[in-house]
């Protein structure tokens, strides 16, 4: 809460001490009294006076409401002087909170609540990486808005990509692994690091049997390829989209088209991997050719094969998990990066679901992935 007096000075206090972390100046003492009678500690941080309180603190002191929900804390706040009382272990991990915002804030990035949690959770799971250097890493920019990770996973899995020549990323749906592969491939474009981008899916709701659907062959396929054609959009200036692709600097394709190729200085996305049958998948990892990365997403839960064929996506990490230059990263559901009510649709689906039968190893809530 914001204090309009000054802040309140602890009784029986037995130490005063100062110190830096990162960017903020903390003031601490030792009290006899933290909130609910406990002994505690309460410390005093002092934000830089370049850094706009509002956007700290969030407008209406959203952020800062958010804060006092997620701690067991007491929060008071004047001018730039933000003061936490409490337990030592909640004190040092709010600090730390507020420290990563401040970083974030002076590399120029925008807080929103979304930001506050993410840092948060990261915070809480007591990871090597620092929040502010997870959210901050910029991918992509294009019309104003930067690509970025926005879950350590997700920063796992794009360094990855820089690291490995193949890479696969496993999980949920809303977890960003096509999405992020899109603009690391479109980074690699513009960077001149390959000379074409490839983007990949089986169309397994035709069989692949496309010749028996009416219509141009374009027609028949653009169903299952708009997911990436729409990622696309977000990337590249659309007006230059149909001249990349009728170029052949850009291609979208379905797997099947893959067959007998030998793909050279090239970026090469493979979406839905979780519906290639071993074949499939052996077929397309052997298309990569010299001066090529290659992506596969896909979400081992989400299996649309026929029944009796196996997932290349399932049984390719036992396979190649020894083979160097390989890497298998996996995405969960807290890297969903989706709106709110995404998560408690799916949320709901899931609840609906424990309480049904499941039906050919399908359940209702599948589609909404």
Do not use: W
């Not at 730390?96 to 993410?118: F, H, K, M, Y």
């Amino acid at each position: 809460m914001r204090d309009p007096s000054a802040t309140r000075q602890s009784v029986g206090s037995t130490g005063v001490g100062a110190r830096t972390m990162g960017l903020l100046m903390t003031e601490s003492q030792q009290t006899d009294q933290a909130p609910h009678d406990q002994p505690g500690t309460r410390h005093t941080v002092v934000v830089p006076g370049s850094i706009d309180m509002v956007r700290l603190l969030g407008p209406g002191d959203d952020h800062l409401a958010l804060i006092e929900r997620s701690f067991d804390l007491q929060v008071h706040v004047r001018g730039n002087r933000i003061t936490l009382q409490g337990e030592q272990g909640e004190v040092a991990l709010a600090e730390r909170l507020l420290d990563e915002l401040v970083t974030l804030i002076r590399s120029g990035q925008g807080i929103s609540a979304e930001t506050v949690e993410r840092v948060l959770s990261m915070l809480r799971a007591e990871t090597t990486e620092r929040p502010a250097d997870v959210l901050s890493l910029n991918i992509l920019s294009n019309r104003g808005r930067s690509i970025r990770p926005k879950t350590l996973n997700q920063k796992r899995y794009v360094d990855s990509i820089d690291k490995h020549t193949i890479t696969f990323g496993i999980g949920p749906a809303g977890t960003g692994k096509t999405y992020l592969a899109m603009a690391k491939a479109v980074q690699a474009l513009q960077a001149k690091k390959v000379n074409r981008i490839i983007l990949t899916r089986p169309a397994v709701e035709a069989g692949e049997r496309l010749g028996f659907l009416p219509g141009t062959l374009s027609e028949k396929i653009d169903p299952y390829l708009r997911p990436l054609y729409d990622a696309l959009h977000d990337m590249v200036d659309p007006d230059s989209i149909p001249k990349l692709l009728a170029a052949g600097t850009i291609e979208v394709a379905p797997l099947a088209f893959m067959r007998g190729r030998s793909l050279n200085d090239s970026f090469i996305i493979l979406d839905e991997a979780q519906n290639t049958s071993p074949e499939q998948m052996k077929m397309f990892l052997t298309r990569l050719g010299f001066g090529s990365k290659i992506v596969v997403t896909g979400d081992v839960t989400q299996v649309d094969l026929p029944g009796g064929v196996k997932s290349g996506l399932r049984v390719v990490e036992g396979i190649l998990n020894e083979v160097d230059d390989v890497s298998f990263q996996r995405l969960t559901a807290h890297d969903v990066v989706r709106h709110k009510l995404v998560g408690k649709i799916v949320e709901a689906y899931d609840e609906f679901d424990a309480r049904q039968p499941r039906v050919s190893g399908r359940s209702a809530g599948d589609d909404a992935r």
